[in-house]
């Protein structure tokens, strides 16, 4: 399809700006050079591994996948499904190398294409190809670089680098370091689960010994999972792809952690895994100990471990519990290098950090990230006022006073650190910048990316007596006092802050409202970064939390702002916003007039255990919360326009979600709008987010009264220039 509309056409084209800016930045150990992925170009959608050196700054290409492998196109289609699938997981979508690794002094590096297995020497650029067991996923190269450990058809196998013999040039056959490393038992080893992954933040399953002696994998027994199953009705002739999935309320995979020493034999991790079931993180110690993060089924209670490789014994240095849930702080739990162990600790005004147990912060941070030591400190990422920006500190362990490395509006990371090296993100009111930190030196980081066609300046207001975040979003052009329908964008569920002094946020949003919308954005109770009393809120129930602040929010806008019509309203969101835009013309007709709601979860007793069960416990326990959550029995209520949207390759909310609430609004005889997305999955990757915006606009200008199209404002017809193809 070609995009008719500019700006619709060169976000399709740019892959919503992120092509050509670089990802995935690995520091060597000593911080002398770094690897990341990169497209060659702003409309490129092939990443490919570069190199970059921190003295002369500049850049060398090592591996291009249109060079090694020519007769590939990219397609999803062509990606082993376990790779495909950690791809949904991780939201990665670029059509080139989607991850590599690399050996601490990123000599050698490895990843997979379409399930071939390529090595790299990142000093001369000679990549080869090596020979595998079936299509790869998941290689990870020996500490050394002379092994591959990778995985085929749900086993953990060996390959060497240099397939003719040693790198010392001996010929002796290998013990154990070539074939299949994990046991035929019908488990799947050295993967991440369904939960882990897309729920839990650990997206791999096996670790090389800092030694290379030996792996640590992760075997996942997933027999007891119900199969979900997903056919692509516009090839009737391909069968189904199927694939475990841990429903809400049922059993979850068991997953084990094994210790498989390249000699031969195997040696078990033991805990109690019945008490603490998920597995959330794993790694060895720099002195051969491993260490290890547990949860329990409701995560309120995290336990980090330290097992003994030879034993399997494990011994707990920490235990971090909550009443409502332990809400997962990315860096956390740790040991640190001095062996105290850092945890979070919530009180209900700030998310902060704890070492041994003493409180390293106090209620000025809301602390977001830990991202590690760094010159004797401790980098994290952190709010300290308004919760749409966020900085950069660093925290003095010994309890000083924390130093803000960064300044200004906007949302500021850490993308790569090392000795005297730090790899900074703005995100910022004019754009993104990255820069290079190097022993007091600053320098840009080449970043290929289209330019931000927008330069939105959303007005940021704390609204109603909960303090909720909200933004409003003009039309460029607007003039006060002409009144505008009001289109509601949301997401407003637990895990991610929608109003942040982030642009590419309000890119899609400034496009919307240019046609002709005031667009409010508002994070209700239930959302991060507030503060965990705010997060907290939606225990056990997500809907009226969050239709109740929304509904307050838009009142308090309206009275601050008149050219607001509250008698036009819609609704858009995307998988928990769906969800809400669904709820909010099915339970409140009398505010919300028209929704658009993609991809939504609408009966949250058929999605995933991990994250529905951390806010509202068991279904077997909270049946009256579940009941509460659930549209299907609000079908026969609809008295609003109501477009579903869903992609039929779905394995996050499966589309049956939709289905289920379309069945039931037919037979309770409402009338409704449907539209199937044959083969596109959760992430709406290729162009798919800008055909959806293009068929909402058309419905709410329906269903909201709106005039023709607005022409767009000169400056951007000037901007944009020649309109690019999707």
Not at 149 to 166: E, I, M, Q
Not at 621 to 639: F, W
Not at 698 to 706: S, T, Y
């Amino acid at each position: 399809m070609t995009h008719t509309d500019p700006f619709l056409a060169l976000s399709a084209a740019a892959g919503r700006f992120s092509y050509g800016s670089p990802r995935a930045v690995t520091l060597a150990a000593d911080a002398s050079r770094a690897l990341f992925l990169r497209s060659a170009g702003p409309t490129d959608p092939v990443e490919r591994l570069w190199s970059y050196d921190l003295t002369t700054h500049q850049e060398c290409l090592v591996a291009d996948p249109s060079t090694l492998a020519p007769d590939r196109t990219g397609a999803v289609g062509k990606l082993p499904p376990v790779e495909r699938r950690l791809r949904e997981r991780i939201r990665v979508w670029a059509p080139g190398i989607g991850s590599f690794a690399a050996t601490t002094d990123l000599g050698t590096a490895v990843f997979a294409l379409d399930g071939r297995l390529f090595h790299c020497d990142t000093t001369t650029g000679d990549c080869t190809e090596l020979p595998v067991a079936g299509p790869a996923f998941d290689p990870r190269p020996s500490p050394d670089g002379s092994l591959v450990a990778y995985v085929a058809d749900d086993a953990l196998h060996l390959t060497p680098t240099d397939p003719t013999g040693r790198a010392d040039g001996a010929t002796a056959p290998r013990s154990r370091t070539e074939g299949r490393l994990s046991p035929a038992d019908g488990a799947r080893w050295g993967v991440a689960e369904f939960a882990a992954a897309e729920e839990l933040g650990r997206s791999r399953g096996h670790w090389w010994s800092p030694d290379g002696a030996a792996l640590l994998a992760a075997r996942v027994d997933e027999s007891a999972l119900p199969l979900r199953h997903l056919g692509d009705p516009a090839h009737p002739e391909q069968a189904p792809d199927s694939f475990a999935y841990p429903q809400t309320g049922g059993p979850n995979a068991d997953v084990q952690l094994w210790v498989l020493p390249l000699n031969g034999g195997g040696t078990q991790l033991r805990w109690d895994d019945a008490e603490f079931p998920y597995l959330l993180a794993a790694d060895w110690d720099g002195g051969g100990e491993i260490l290890l993060t547990v949860a329990d089924r409701l995560q309120q209670r995290v336990l980090l471990l330290t097992a003994d490789p030879v034993t399997g014994v494990t011994r707990e240095l920490s235990r971090t519990e909550d009443e409502f849930w332990v809400d997962p702080l990315p860096g956390t739990p740790q040991r640190l290098p001095d062996g105290r162990v850092l945890t979070s600790l919530d009180t209900p005004a700030a998310r902060g950090l704890a070492l041994d147990g003493k409180a390293l912060t106090d209620e000025r941070l809301q602390v977001r990230r830990v991202v590690g030591p760094w010159q004797g400190g401790l980098l994290v990422e952190a709010g300290d006022g308004d919760p749409a920006d966020q900085q950069v500190f660093l925290l003095d362990p010994d309890g000083g006073a924390p130093q803000r490395l960064t300044d200004g509006p906007g949302v500021h990371t850490v993308a790569a650190h090392g000795d005297g090296v730090l790899l900074l993100t703005e995100a910022g009111p004019d754009g993104v910048r990255r820069t290079w930190h190097h022993h007091g030196a600053r320098t840009a980081f080449p970043d290929l990316s289209a330019e931000l066609p927008y330069r939105p300046q959303p007005l940021l207001r704390r609204v109603t007596e909960h303090g909720l975040p909200s933004a409003v979003l003009y039309p460029r052009d607007h003039v006060a006092g002409n009144r505008l329908p009001v289109l509601l964008d949301v997401y407003g569920g637990p895990g991610y802050q929608a109003v942040a002094n982030e642009p590419r946020r309000w890119q899609l949003k400034q496009w919307w409202a240019d046609r002709g919308f005031a667009v409010v954005t508002v994070d209700n109770r239930g959302t991060p970064f507030v503060s965990p009393e705010f997060t907290r809120a939606i225990f056990r129930r997500f809907s009226q939390v969050a239709i109740d602040d929304q509904v307050a929010a838009l009142h308090a806008l309206g009275a601050a702002h008149p050219d607001l019509d509250l008698t036009r309203v819609g609704v858009r969101g995307w998988s928990y916003g769906g969800y809400f835009a669904a709820l909010a013309v099915l339970r409140r007709p009398d505010v919300f007039h028209a929704a658009s709601a993609g991809a939504p979860p609408t009966d949250f007793r058929l999605y995933d255990t991990a994250y529905t069960e951390r806010y509202l416990g068991l279904p077997q326990d909270n049946p009256e919360g579940y009941a509460a959550d659930c549209l299907l029995a609000d079908a026969p209520s609809l008295r609003r326009p109501l477009l579903l949207i869903h992609g039929l390759a779905d394995d996050n909310v499966h589309p049956s979600h939709s289905l289920l609430l379309s069945q039931a609004l037919t037979r309770a005889g409402r009338p409704h709008a449907v539209l199937p997305l044959p083969g596109v999955s959760h992430m709406l990757p290729d162009g798919e987010l800008e055909r959806v915006a293009a068929a909402e606009l058309a419905f709410f200008r329906e269903k909201l009264g709106l005039p023709a199209e607005r022409g767009l404002p000169a400056d951007f017809q000037e901007e944009l220039g020649a309109t690019p193809s999707a």
